[in-house]
């Protein structure tokens, strides 16, 4: 699959308005994966990927980091899309959007990895998913 009908594919099953919505999408996911990935590990799934998702697999360690959990996972798929509103000052200012922001980042999380696991075999996916946060493992067996 190369790059143009993997965005396609995380577009379509997303329901995102734009590629570019899409493309966030999947930079922020596939940048926080590569949190939980050693430098080997990222290597070896990057030879299943279009290059073009090569960049954002690139651990900035050389081994993953052991306090990356699913909180910090979702705060880069949450960065990739606007999930404010105005203030609602009958329930005393709190932002409504950004109640459902975790939620619509673990469904972004699902579409990238429900298209990202067909490139994959059986093998990189259990490796894949032995590295992910407990949390994340489950979406990610789930998409």
Same mark, same amino acid.
């Given at each position: 699959?190369?790059?143009? =009908?993997?965005?396609?594919?995380? *577009?379509? *099953? /997303?329901?995102?308005?734009?590629? !570019?919505?899409?493309?966030?999408?999947? $930079?922020?996911?596939?940048?926080? %994966?590569?949190?939980?990935? $050693? +430098?080997?590990?990222?290597?070896?799934?990057?030879? &299943?990927?279009?290059?073009?998702?090569?960049?954002?697999?690139? @651990?900035?360690?050389?081994? @993953?980091?052991?306090?990356?959990?699913? +909180?910090?996972?979702?705060?880069?798929? %949450?960065?990739?899309?606007?999930?404010?509103? /105005? =203030?609602?000052?009958?329930? /005393?200012?709190?932002?409504?959007?950004?109640?459902? &922001?975790?939620?619509?980042?673990? =469904? !972004?999380? +699902?579409? %990238?990895?429900? %298209?990202?696991?067909?490139?994959?075999?059986?093998?990189?996916?259990?490796?894949?998913?032995?590295?992910?946060?407990?949390?994340?493992? $489950?979406?990610?067996?789930?998409?």
């Amino acid at each position: 699959m190369d790059y143009g =009908r993997f965005l396609a594919e995380v *577009q379509k *099953q /997303g329901c995102f308005a734009s590629d !570019r919505e899409a493309a966030a999408t999947v $930079s922020g996911v596939l940048m926080a %994966v590569a949190e939980t990935l $050693s +430098q080997p590990q990222a290597r070896e799934l990057t030879r &299943s990927l279009p290059p073009e998702l090569h960049v954002f697999l690139r @651990p900035a360690h050389e081994e @993953p980091d052991p306090y990356f959990d699913a +909180q910090l996972f979702l705060g880069w798929v %949450v960065s990739t899309f606007d999930a404010t509103g /105005g =203030r609602d000052k009958t329930a /005393g200012g709190l932002d409504h959007y950004a109640h459902y &922001s975790g939620d619509e980042a673990i =469904r !972004r999380c +699902q579409c %990238v990895f429900s %298209v990202l696991k067909t490139l994959l075999d059986r093998q990189q996916q259990e490796t894949l998913s032995d590295c992910l946060p407990d949390e994340v493992k $489950s979406w990610f067996r789930e998409a």
